[in-house]
């Protein structure tokens, strides 16, 4: 059954009115809506699942401390997912710093055929880690996690011409450097 536009957030309204008003389950519930989508996000952008736990744990976390500063007027998804981000940024950042040559050596060769669907996946996973991660996630965003250039505009704070100009550029650079792995 398909939910007409704003039963989410208005759901998600009622789940946050709940909590705030001591009903524990609630937290629960939001949990469950919007886990996976979130552990995804992490996912996407930092390319490691125990670190995409990390992050997602940390946004309930930090969500529930401050979900009485959330303004319910704005969608609370886009609220979850841009602490996603900027968490998934603030880890890319901190690892960044701890980077060996070792981690560079680690990425094997690339065959001249990729026909096997599993293999471009993987492919593509890592040309997308070679993005910065501000390409990243418009890409994570909008061709992973479906979102509108409206919706990225509203989880990054940008404009959306800023969205389609990232998006632009991110997608001729995976282009780029998928050519390269398979030439």
Known sequence: MEQQPGAADEQDRALIKRYLDGESDA????????????????????????D???????????????????????????????????????????????????????????????????????????????LNPNDRAVVVLRHFMFFSYDQIADVLEIPVQTVKSRLFTARERLRGTLRERVS
């Open 27 to 50: 937290a629960g519930d939001l949990v469950d809506r919007y886990q996976k989508r979130l552990f995804n996000v992490a996912l996407r952008m930092l390319d490691n699942a125990q």
């Open 52 to 130: 995409a736990e990390d992050v997602t744990q940390t946004v309930f976390f930090n969500a529930f401390l401050k979900l009485r500063t959330y303004d319910p007027r704005y969608k609370f998804f886009s609220w979850v997912y841009r602490m996603t981000v900027n968490e998934s940024l603030n880890l890319l950042k901190r690892r960044k710093q701890t980077v060996t040559l070792e981690d560079e050596t680690a990425i094997p060769a690339v065959e001249a055929m990729i026909d096997d669907a599993t293999e471009l996946q993987r492919h593509v996973g890592k040309a997308l880690m070679k």
